[in-house]
């Protein structure tokens, strides 16, 4: 088989690091083929990991706008709530 050849010939050590398959179609693709395998395989415990090329850090290339946003909403969020709620002006009792 084809797939078979191709894992005889693959250069694990060329691989940088193994993701998790996370896309549906591509994840059904596999579990199918594990199944067709392997009957008594139990498909909820199964995680497929793939080769993956490239820095593993690069993954993260957006991360430094998704904390400003995230830090963005969080304010706009307390913001409202104490816009809405207002403020307690009031003074402390003096004794």
Known sequence: MLVEAEYNHFD???????????????????????KRAF?????????????????????FGYMLPWIFGSFGIGALVVLTMIAI????????EKE
């Not at 694990?12 to 996370?22: E, I």
């Not at 793939?50 to 593993?56: H, L």
């Not at 207002?86 to 402390?92: M, R």
Request: aromatic fraction near 12%.
């Open 85 to 92: 709620l207002g403020l307690d002006n009031k003074e402390p």
């Open 12 to 34: 694990f050590q060329d691989a940088q690091y193994f993701g998790r398959v996370r896309y549906a179609d591509d994840k059904n693709g596999f579990l199918g083929a594990v």
């Open 39 to 59: 009957p008594a395989a139990d498909e909820k415990h199964l995680v497929i990991l793939v080769p993956k090329k490239g820095d593993f850090e690069s993954r």
